[in-house]
């Protein structure tokens, strides 16, 4: 079983930038794809970026794409999630999502975080 715990959420402005990182424990990082996911007030949760094991094949929701970049540290057991040019539509509580796999689809994460609340202002 993994242990993960976000942070780095908080309040920005319409245009800012924020960078989310995920501490992972309890199963050998490096082995299994990670990913990102969110979800706003009133909606179900969605897929933002995933990474592969060796941290290739970096994928990304349309909405999302160009502007955010997901990258991991093996070494330090820590997923990242950098956000820039935010909108006020990229509020959200943003989770961290591990796998069983080395390489997974949008349907392949099982473990989650607690999440972090990042609220875009306009």
């Known amino acids: 079983q993994v242990q993960l715990v976000e942070s780095g959420g908080g309040l920005v402005q319409a245009g800012g930038s924020l960078r989310l990182s995920c501490a992972a424990s309890g199963r050998t990082f490096s082995s299994y794809a990670m990913g990102w996911f969110r979800q706003a007030p009133g909606k179900e949760r969605e897929f933002v970026a995933s990474i592969s094991w060796i941290g290739s094949v970096p994928t990304y929701a349309v909405a999302v794409k160009g502007r955010f970049t997901i990258s991991r540290d093996n070494a330090k057991n820590t997923l990242y999630l950098q956000m820039n040019s935010l909108k006020p539509e990229d509020t959200a509580v943003y989770y961290c999502?591990?796998?069983?796999?080395?390489?997974?689809?949008?349907?392949?994460?099982?473990?989650w975080g607690q999440g972090t609340q990042v609220t875009v202002s306009s």
């Open positions: 999502a591990a796998s069983a796999l080395r390489y997974a689809s949008t349907s392949d994460f099982i473990s």
